[in-house]
Structure formats: structure tokens, C-alpha cells
């Protein structure tokens, strides 16, 4: 496994109808490096976003789709994405603020 900083984890947020459902819950997505564990992400989460405090962190593994081209079939990349539960006390996420 490869050294993973802080840095590196947070790949980008992820912005759908449901993610920004959960907001209001202080819920937020993104997506995250593969080899990432929750300890990792909730250290990257707390560093990158000033005045953040993690209550609880929840993974899931994405496995690539199926895609054709002619009679070759493949699977795009998988992905990893994560939803970080905030404590009450935890100051907003301001990268989502504006949505």
C-alpha cells in the first residue's frame, strides 16, 4: 500500500440530489482515494476544513460499470466514497456552502 498524506485523501466532493438532501442532517460526500481507511478520511476531513469535528465517518466501495466499444467490453475505474457525519458543535463545511 502506498503512503497515503492528508492531502490525498479528499479526491473531490461529490454533489448529487441526495447528498445535498443530507446536508441539512450535516452529512457530506465525496470521493475518496481506494485505499483510504476512516480513520484517514476523518484526519484529512478535520485538517482541510478548519473548525471541523467528526462525529462518523461511512465508506462504501463503487465497482466500475460495464462499457462496449465494438466487441470489447471493459469496466471503467472504481471509485471509493465516503459520507462524513459533522458533530453539532462542528463548524459548516464552507465548500458546500454556496449550493
Not at 465525496?30 to 473548525?51: D, R, S, T, W
Not at 467528526?54 to 465494438?70: A, D, F, I, P, S
Not at 466514497?81 to 465548500?95: Q, Y
Amino acid at each position: 500500500m502506498a503512503r497515503v498524506l492528508y492531502y490525498d485523501v479528499i479526491l473531490k466532493p461529490l454533489v448529487t440530489e441526495k447528498s445535498m438532501r443530507e446536508m441539512a442532517d450535516r452529512k457530506y460526500t465525496f470521493l475518496v482515494h481506494p485505499e483510504a481507511n476512516k480513520q484517514m478520511i476523518k484526519e484529512a476531513v478535520e485538517k482541510m476544513f478548519e473548525g471541523t469535528i467528526v462525529e462518523k465517518v461511512n465508506t462504501m466501495n463503487l465497482q466500475g460499470k460495464k462499457r462496449r466499444r465494438g466487441m470489447v467490453v471493459g469496466r471503467t475505474a472504481k471509485a471509493k466514497k465516503a459520507i462524513v457525519k459533522l458533530t453539532e458543535d462542528s463548524k459548516d463545511i464552507e465548500l458546500f456552502a454556496g449550493l
